[in-house]
């Protein structure tokens, strides 16, 4: 397991942020730059200047995903220019997935391209967006319209990061933390580990950080460009995103995060994977009442369920039209390009709300 992390310059456990340090020593940059927004600038930004041991500036930008954009990208490329930055420099992303994606596309094209890394400070960049080098911004209220793969040149995970971070964004982390389980092709029972977490404590799931690094890079070394399996890794969000979008859409305080609304896409296509492809119903039912527990239950009128099936066409994984899944026949045995009746999406629902 570690030599996977090795290769991936992905350090965690022992003081990971050591590691950085020796790395900015080694490297010679002629200057460092961190980058937080307005949270990780007050929870995070005091800790990890005591953990390392080189001098940086910081640039900070907003809070949240409506900030991921491109003017956002170009307050931080004149605040780098005006700093004094240069191709020698170094970005540091400290944060959770918004300051990662969005400061691994600002360094990859500043200069065309200085060195990155990413200090991810959510759970959710622990075990995902801060994994597998994919980096970019939203165009108007489409999410990762632009943006480049370049892996950063390490990732440190420092758990006692999550110790500010509240429990809806834990609970929000851990849903891509029970979609790796799920697509586990090595078959090992870390679904099974997710699923008997009693409750969100960080002890609990710090043990199970390391395990969802692993499935999450494991997937994206076998392909980098996303041309096959990678795909697997949107388990739950063709539905889920669809979700997210249409609660988003929504005045009122019903909006969902990210993780909540993929722990519903992950019922409702484990659902159509148990119809289509003989998912075992004992899996779907143990999956089913854990997120029924740990997550807010949501209700969806058929109108509403309509109104995200419509949404859901223009995501923006579909080819020529057609809505394409990812299901799966079994815990870890993926089908890639499957096409879903829509009348199959409301029995997921009223699976889901029953
Ligand atoms: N690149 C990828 O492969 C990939 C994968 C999954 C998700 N993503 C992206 O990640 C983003 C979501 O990431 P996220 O859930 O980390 O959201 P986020 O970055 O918005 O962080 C959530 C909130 O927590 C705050 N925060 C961060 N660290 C904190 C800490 N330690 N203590 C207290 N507050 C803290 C942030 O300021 C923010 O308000 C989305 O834009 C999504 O598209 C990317
Ligand atoms: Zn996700």
Redesign the pocket.
Known sequence: MTDLLQKNSIFLNNSPLEKLSKFVRDNNFSSVFVMV????K???LDYFSKEVSFDFKVIKIQ???TY?NIHTCLRAWEELSSKGADRKSLLINL???????TG?FIASCFRRGIAFVHV??????MV?????G???V?LNHL??QVGVIKLPAMVIVDEN??????EN?IR??FA?MIKHGLIDTEKSSYFEECISLENFEISKISKLIEGSIHIKMRTVNEDIDESGLRKI?NYGHTLGHAIESYRMGMDTDCHL???EAIAIGLVLETYNSHIMYGFPLEDLNTLKTFISYKYSPERFSREEQKKIIELMKFDKKNEKNNVNFVLLEGLGSPRLNCQVEEQLIYEAFDFYQS
């Open positions: 927004d307005e949270n990780t007050e929870f995070c809070a949240g995903e991921k944060g959770g997935g918004v300051v990662t994606d691994g991810p400070t959510t759970l959710l960049a995902d967006a801060a994994l597998g994919k980096n970019g939203d999410k990762n990061f999550l110790k500010t971070l509240p964004e929000s982390g891509e890794l995060l990210h993780g």
